[in-house]
């Protein structure tokens, strides 16, 4: 990970942190004292909108997710993108909107983080992105489904699917 993509993912997690502490003590009807959760991702899979190109669709690599409080997660972590090159990403999550369906928690937001390792886009260098997503989690199994838009020339648009197993 580069030197500055570090330093951007720390002030990330720092504001991230922050913003979750603060909500949480803020909210009067939202339950205190959460427990902490840890999920492990195997990598993001992409359905990419233009399928006359030759994109890689299955983008393994670890990440991680924690989960501050109810509605703040932070997730960081490496993989092949769609183009073959290594990409790395912190993001927080900001997920307000929530259901609980079929016995599973389902929530809303939207995810804002800084990635890096697409050629076509900064020179492969770091970029800023928010991406909206949906969240559905049993008690081991979750899923976090995304669209990425299409940029053109320099970003391939997607549906991503990140599948997630809770660790803690």
């Not at 090159?85 to 609980?100: D, G, M, N, S, V």
């Amino acid at each position: 990970m580069t030197r500055r993509l570090a330093t951007i993912a720390a002030v990330a997690f720092s504001a991230g942190f922050t913003a979750a502490v603060n909500a949480d003590a803020k909210a009067d009807d939202a339950p205190t004292g959460a427990p902490i959760s840890v999920w492990l991702s195997p990598g993001i899979y992409s359905r990419h909108f233009d399928r006359s190109k030759n994109f890689r669709e299955d983008n393994v690599g670890p990440g991680i997710e924690v989960s501050l409080a109810q509605d703040h997660m932070l997730m960081a972590g490496s993989f092949i993108n769609s183009i073959r090159a290594r990409t790395h990403y912190a993001a927080y999550q900001w997920r307000p909107l929530h259901w609980q369906i079929a016995g599973a928690k389902v929530s809303a937001g939207v995810a804002a983080g800084v990635f890096d390792g697409y050629p076509h886009y900064h020179n492969g260098g770091v970029f800023a992105a928010a991406l909206p997503l949906l969240a559905v989690e049993g008690d081991r199994l979750g899923v976090n489904l995304s669209i990425v838009p299409t940029i053109r020339d320099r970003l391939a648009g997607a549906f991503a699917i990140q599948f997630e197993l809770r660790a803690w």
